[in-house]
């Protein structure tokens, strides 16, 4: 083996800007984020040959002062923080100082700078780490410019290792495009070979804000959200998550921001998919943009080079805050579809095609009330109580004017006094339920309906009676590592709630006496172990719901309508009361969609009316 020795200093600075200067994009994020920093209010980004020959970010941010420019090159520089006291509260998206001091170890970088009170703009350019930064005067607006020229041209080997300049150039895309969306306030521009692709203007209201949105993540994203505002224990969540029915096959829609810090953290990622997973299809990915904002001493931003990743003072807090506060929201997307309102004209004006689910409808959220007992959990059968009776009958009558039974209606007053999902007209091969609302055309597919709201009635009863146990005969043991075993015996309040009953049999053993009678069927061993799993990861667990409610989804599915059944108008109209009243009636117990709708927009689109 050879002798230790120490690296030479130009080795060491090229090794440590590997850390951030991954790559072009790495360059863009760094800068772009200094300036944020700098309190910038409007960003130019300009780049060529995917940001290897040149990357040029101009901001009107506070400037540098002409003794602060070479201090700036320098590694371990900043004005960030002081003390370890603000490294602990991080309130500046970078604070170590060394984005600079890395990237001009690897290029050709020019930083020029005009500080509002120095009276003219100074210069100072560095090539690698050899060269010695001189300060000359310039002329340049108040604000800063760095221009990187000719990235990774002393460290050859890293350049080889880049994609194509079309791959470089969609990453610095990305990255541009992240960062927009965490800073509504800010402007920013992207060109690219002289040609400027991208120019967002400052979004101040709630409308400006959802156009950028749109802008960037695709009009139908923002036609097809939620919009989330909620606080509670010092913690505050808002921004956008997509309903079920707009999922994705690839998790590229996710954006997360933790005080404005764009985020890949696993305990978040966890959280949104516990949320989502009663309503999303097999396989499917939920699309959100989300900002969590929390007092920055709760939160760790410094765990990782990149600073993607952060850590959180008390996890299970933040964790069951998102679970919770997006499980609610999913919960109350009901169809409660109004009048037609500006963002339904502009969805309609952009896409005239028919789009599943929610896409084409206003949507007011609220909290939603008990379901009428109309259908009997564990019926195939329909069965209304008087009261649905006479609530259908009335209904019934308001189906008679407004199709032309008793008498031809056609004023726009009269169709808004129509139910949200409308009135029954008849079925569809004894699958899909036909009906009218304001809007237009409502097809629901009968058994995903029906299957969701029978699901929902067994959820409801299965939490008011408690959790039914049964004790094992023959108590099992598990051989778990001593970790597992602490963690089992220290959770033992957690287990008992949720119907099993563990005791501790060994350093590194235990043993299962109890476990629910709706489990009686199940892996118990593989149960226990993923939940101890999930309490070690993240400080919680829902496996044990996730396994009951499977139970009850595949009982819901088998004592729910079937196709072929042939229904009455009667029948047809109580079961779509039942689902405006339903929690998530909106997809089925697999996150299939239960229902469309067809404006008549659409509908006259599609036959040519007006044309």
């Known amino acids: 083996m050879a002798k230790i020795h120490l690296l030479s200093p130009r080795l060491a600075n090229q090794i440590a800007a590997g850390e951030v200067v991954e790559r072009p994009a790495s360059v863009v994020k760094e800068l772009l984020e200094n300036s944020l920093d700098a309190g910038s209010t409007q960003l130019d980004v300009e780049v060529e040959s995917g940001g290897v020959k040149l990357i040029r970010i101009r901001d009107n941010g506070c400037g540098l002062e002409k003794e602060d420019l070479p201090l700036a090159l320098s590694r371990h520089a900043t004005s960030k923080i002081i003390n370890l006291d603000d490294l602990e509260a991080v309130e500046t998206l970078g604070f170590r100082g060394e984005a600079l001091a890395s990237i001009t170890s690897v290029s050709r970088l020019t930083l020029t700078s005009n500080c509002a009170d120095a009276g003219g703009a100074w210069s100072v350019k560095a090539e690698g780490r050899e060269m010695k930064p001189d300060v000359v005067p310039a002329a340049h607006p108040q604000g800063t410019t760095v221009e990187v020229r000719d990235l990774f041209f002393n460290t050859p080997a890293r350049r080889k290792f880049l994609r194509t300049e079309k791959t470089e150039f969609n990453r610095i895309e990305d990255n541009l495009k992240r960062i927009a969306l965490s800073r509504f306030d800010v402007g920013f521009s992207l060109k690219n070979a002289g040609r400027v692709l991208h120019m967002w203007r400052p979004a101040s209201s709630a409308v400006e804000q959802e156009r950028r949105v749109a802008q960037i993540c695709g009009p139908e994203f923002i036609n097809n959200a939620l919009s989330i505002d909620i606080e509670r224990s010092g913690l505050k969540l808002s921004g956008w998550v997509a309903f079920p029915t707009f999922s994705r096959s690839q998790a590229d829609l996710q954006h997360f921001y933790v005080n404005g810090r764009c985020i890949r953290d696993k305990l978040v990622t ?155 007209l008849g079925q569809l091969h004894g699958i899909y339920i036909l009906a009218q609302n304001a809007h237009g055309l409502v097809v629901v597919d009968m058994h995903a309906a029906h299957e969701r709201i029978t699901y929902e009635r067994m959820k409801t009863q299965y939490a008011a009676n408690g959790v039914q146990s049964q004790p094992l005969l023959v108590p099992q043991t598990l051989a778990v590592s001593e970790k597992e075993a602490n963690y089992a015996e220290s959770n033992q309040t957690l287990f008992t709630s949720l119907g099993f009953e563990l005791a501790r049999a060994g350093p590194e053993s235990i043993l299962v006496r109890q476990i629910p009678v709706m489990l009686n069927h199940a892996d118990v061993e593989s149960l226990v172990r993923d ?23 595949t009982m819901a599915c088998h004592t729910s309508v079937r196709a072929n059944r042939k229904l009455t108008l009667q029948e047809m109209n109580a079961l779509l009361r039942d689902m405006e009243a339903t929690e998530r009636s909106g997809q089925c117990n697999h996150g299939r969609p239960t229902w469309t709708q067809f404006s008549i927009a659409q509908l006259d689109a599609l036959f040519k009316r007006g044309q």
């Open 270 to 424: 966890h959280a949104v998919r516990q949320a989502y997973q009663d309503v999303l299809f097999h396989g499917r990915h939920p699309a959100y943009v989300l900002y969590l904002e929390l007092d920055p001493a709760s939160v760790d931003v410094n765990v990782h080079p990149t600073k993607h990743e952060v850590r959180f003072r008390d996890g299970r807090l933040v964790h069951d805050f998102l679970f919770r506060s997006l499980h609610h929201a999913l919960a109350d997307l009901n169809p409660e579809i109004q009048k037609t309102t500006a963002k339904l004209e502009s969805a309609l004006e952009e896409e005239p095609s028919a789009v599943q689910g929610y896409s084409q409808a206003s949507i007011n959220f609220h909290d939603s009330a008990s379901s009428t007992n109309v259908f009997s959990p564990g019926n195939s059968n329909f069965s209304p109580t008087p009261t649905s009776v006479t609530n259908v009958n009335e209904q019934l009558a308001v189906y008679a004017a407004l199709t032309g039974a008793e008498q031809a209606v056609s004023s726009d007053e009269s169709l808004n006094d129509v139910p949200p999902l409308g009135l029954a």
């Open 531 to 553: 939940v101890l799993s999930d309490l070690i990861e993240y400080g919680m667990s829902s496996r044990i719901e996730q396994k009951i409610n499977e139970v009850m989804g």
